[in-house]
């Protein structure tokens, strides 16, 4: 991140549109933003969401990866500053690098406080040092480079700049026939409310009771919060994680799971967060067992509710049950509604399914049953529409 000379002839405007768009895309804190960043975060180019460099231009709006703002949108528009759609810094695409600037991140932290506010997580706290204590810094930083300079050869010279590192991005070694695992695993470390609460240390290893002794973890969400710090801890993103004692853990959690044949991704899944629920030890949990709280079942569980109405007194006898998945309709092949299915969430899905199902029962159709699809707490309802 080095000085940028476009940056001073746009700030004034540059200011005046990082406050909606904090707002609005980055860090949403309703329930109708968190609408609008799912269906415009979108590479007009590639069709790609789920890039952790999804980029907002900061002239007309276009949402896009940065490799294609970078290149296709600059040459065709000479727009310089886009906005990164996940964390909110500026980058310039002509200076190619990130944008640092004090009240940019001013505003960036209040917005980013707010939304971790919001969901429950600790807030984070900007350190601005002085002139001092930026010279004593900046002196720390010319030792460390010329000890990596002196020490390191051309081989490491080429881990350290020659290759863009991105926090979240690392392959997986298949550990024979574990690519099911692999799979799951990937998608975990991508959940941005799953990646806020283990990074910001909400399950404390060392305060874990099922791991009394660090060399013998027997917790699952001690493991997959390690394998968290690994995926974006900086170091060592060249070479691929092996995952052996996520392996070992499930193996010892869920038997029919144990040895190196073949499994399907959706079967671990399942038995996975069955054995996180366990280990996570909500403190609700222990008040009131019918209503957990803890970040497995906020995230991935819902209530069935099925009414079975008679039509004759109009009585309605309601049962609820828990579900951990549901199955929804995949289009075969490309038609020419893929690209208007593509711009619709799974939360629009969803509420399709809900209601849909009313049939008659019993011999002379005296009573009717309808089910319905619901969040296991209503009020998490905003939190997770984000993340579906």
């Not at 799951?184 to 791991?211: A, E």
């Not at 900086?234 to 996520?246: A, C, D, I, K, W």
Request: glycine share 4%; charged share 20%.
């Amino acid at each position: 991140m080095r000085s940028c000379i476009h940056f001073a002839k746009k700030k004034v405007s540059i200011l005046r549109k990082c406050d909606l768009l904090y707002k609005r895309i980055v860090f949403p804190t309703t329930k109708q933003n968190n609408k609008i960043k799912a269906w415009l975060v979108l590479c007009r180019c590639c069709g790609t969401r789920l890039n952790p460099l999804m980029m907002c231009c900061l002239d007309c709006s276009t949402f896009g990866c940065l490799k294609h703002l970078r290149n296709a949108h600059l040459q065709e528009k000479g727009h310089l500053f886009a906005m990164s759609t996940c964390f909110g810094e500026i980058f310039c695409l002509k200076c190619d690098d990130f944008i640092y600037d004090r009240k940019i991140e001013k505003i960036r932290s209040e917005h980013q406080n707010a939304r971790r506010k919001l969901l429950g997580l600790s807030l984070q706290h900007r350190w601005n040092p002085g002139r001092y204590e930026a010279r004593l810094c900046r002196r720390s930083s010319l030792r460390l480079l010329r000890l990596l300079n002196s020490n390191n050869t051309g081989n490491s010279q080429q881990s350290i700049g020659g290759t863009l590192s991105i926090p979240g991005l690392r392959g997986l070694v298949n550990l024979g026939n574990t690519c099911f695992m692999n799979s799951i695993i990937q998608t975990l470390v991508h959940i941005p409310m799953l990646r806020d609460y283990f990074l910001s240390d909400q399950h404390n290893c060392k305060l874990c009771s099922l791991t009394p002794n660090s060399d013998l973890n027997t917790c699952l969400m001690c493991e997959l919060s390690h394998i968290f710090q690994e995926f974006y801890g900086g170091e060592s993103l060249y070479s691929p994680f092996v995952p052996n004692r996520m392996l070992h853990l499930v193996w010892t959690h869920a038997k029919h799971l144990s040895g190196y044949e073949q499994h399907d991704a959706h079967e671990f899944l399942i038995s996975a967060l069955n054995i996180l629920h366990r280990h996570s030890e909500s403190l609700s949990m222990k008040q009131n067992p019918h209503d957990c709280k803890c970040i497995i079942d906020r995230l991935f569980t819902g209530q069935l509710q099925s009414d079975l109405t008679c039509t004759k007194c109009g009585r309605i006898s309601t049962k609820l049950d828990p579900y951990w998945d549901i199955s929804l309709e995949l289009l075969n092949g490309k038609t020419a509604a893929t690209t208007t299915i593509r711009e619709e969430t799974l939360t629009e899905k969803l509420k399709e399914e809900e209601n849909r199902r009313s049939e008659s029962v019993g011999s002379n159709s005296l009573c009717s049953t309808t089910t319905y699809l619901s969040n296991l707490n209503n009020n998490n309802e905003e939190d997770k529409m984000n993340y579906l």
